[in-house]
């Protein structure tokens, strides 16, 4: 029983977002959407309307009042909060999928007019039993028959919700309308927007739970991995990466760009070792350190991701033990971290920056200054969500040992 609940909870959430997803695809160019806001999903119009949609999956029980009572004695209290402190008014949906007895929702409607009857609406939706009280939701809260029938017009109740199923199928057709694609392609641009929307509704601020269909569509095409995964698994790692070699690193103006290697330390595969050895093939290919250029010196960035801080700090040890200069951002102990230590003109062997959002700072002060190169190497799903630059490579290995070869 225990089991089967947990599957219905994971169901209902993994339904939740494909819906999310299929809202953002649907949206107006002047629209934008807010996961987690109001209600699960919160659409704004670009004259200023809101609508609020509570998802609900249960496609394994019979459509009764009593279960979508709840919702809608939530949604009541946010409208009378609303009429309180003089908020606009917004527009609610509930949008839910069950397994039978929708028709009951006809209850609640005029079968000549259309109308939504305020009586029965109050009886079957607003009051409920609190032990052997019962209790109206509308009275508690103060409400006139008139606010509360202008709340019903804001309500739209759907019952007849997609299946799940049948809502994998929508997103499919919705993703290659969208992107001109086929079926399979299809399927990676759901994987990625399945990860994005996920990632996006835990963030704490309201404000970074906002997206545009543009923005999403920007944050999902993934065309660059596709290809790079075909590429690996029908030509092999040792075609692959001649490939990526030519493409990437053969030029021999490896100074004429500010040059960023991003790359992640997996310590199952990887030994602490094997990192110092990649910075140190770094610094020698790409540092103009030793150089009587007359332009400034060539010093290349450096960021390694899922590191910890001690074995970041080993690393650092060891490389400081092989007389190789570089800085991090931080010139003194308990020093606030500064992007103005990198743009230095001292001579280095390369440059770390420990934290991505710091990065992400370096990047856009050096942006305006001079040429930049990213070149991220990843494995897997372990890739940055977004482009800094024009110039972002995402280059895919099947081990962080292997860009030694490749550089």
């Not at 089967?4 to 939740?16: C, D, P, S, V």
């Not at 994987?191 to 944050?219: C, G, T």
């Not at 290349?300 to 400081?320: A, R």
């Not at 959002?357 to 930049?372: H, T």
Request: aromatic share 12%.
């Amino acid at each position: 029983m225990e089991s089967r609940e947990a599957t219905a909870t994971i169901k209902g959430f993994l339904y939740q977002f494909n819906e999310t997803i299929r809202q953002i695809l649907m949206l107006e160019s002047t629209s934008n959407l807010t996961i987690e806001g109001i209600e699960d999903i919160d659409i704004m119009t670009g004259d200023g309307q809101t609508n609020a949609i509570q998802c609900k999956y249960y496609e394994a029980t019979e459509y009764n009042h009593s279960v979508i009572k709840p919702a809608i004695e939530w949604m009541l209290k946010d409208y009378k909060n609303r009429l309180d402190k003089g908020d606009n008014i917004i527009s609610y949906k509930l949008y839910g999928c069950y397994s039978k007895g929708q028709e009951k929702l006809k209850e609640l409607i005029d079968e000549q007019s259309g109308v939504r009857k305020l009586g029965e609406f109050k009886e079957k939706l607003l009051t409920k039993k609190k032990g052997k009280e019962i209790v109206k939701i509308y009275e508690k809260l103060g409400l006139e028959d008139e606010e509360v029938s202008n709340f019903i017009n804001q309500l739209d109740i759907d019952n007849r919700a997609l299946s799940f199923e049948e809502l994998s199928k929508e997103l499919n057709s919705l993703f290659r309308e969208t992107f001109e694609c086929g079926a399979i392609e299809a399927e990676y641009y759901y994987a990625s927007a399945l990860h994005l929307v996920s990632h996006l509704s835990i963030k704490k601020e309201k404000k970074d739970r906002i997206i545009s269909k543009e923005i999403f569509k920007e944050k999902i095409d993934n065309k660059e991995f596709m290809f790079n995964e075909w590429y690996l698994y029908f030509k092999g790692d040792d075609e692959y990466y001649k490939e990526i070699t030519k493409t990437y690193f053969s030029a021999l103006n490896n100074f004429v760009h500010a040059n960023v290697f991003i790359f992640a330390y997996d310590r199952n595969k990887d030994s602490l070792k094997q990192i110092r050895d990649l910075i140190i093939t770094i610094a020698k290919k790409y540092s103009d350190v030793e150089s009587n250029r007359k332009i400034d010196y060539s010093k290349p960035i450096i960021h390694i991701k899922d590191i910890k801080p001690d074995e970041l700090s080993e690393v650092k040890n060891e490389l400081y033990e092989h007389e190789l200069d570089f800085i991090d951002g931080f010139p003194y102990k308990y020093s606030k971290f500064r992007t103005q230590e990198f743009m230095t003109s001292k001579p280095l062997h390369f440059m770390f920056v420990d934290d991505f959002e710091c990065l992400k700072d370096v990047i856009k002060e050096l942006d305006s200054k001079k040429s930049i190169k990213i070149y991220e190497f990843y494995s897997n799903s372990n890739y940055s969500k977004e482009r800094l630059i024009w110039g972002h490579n995402m280059i895919r290995v099947k081990n962080t040992s292997d860009i030694e070869g490749i550089i």
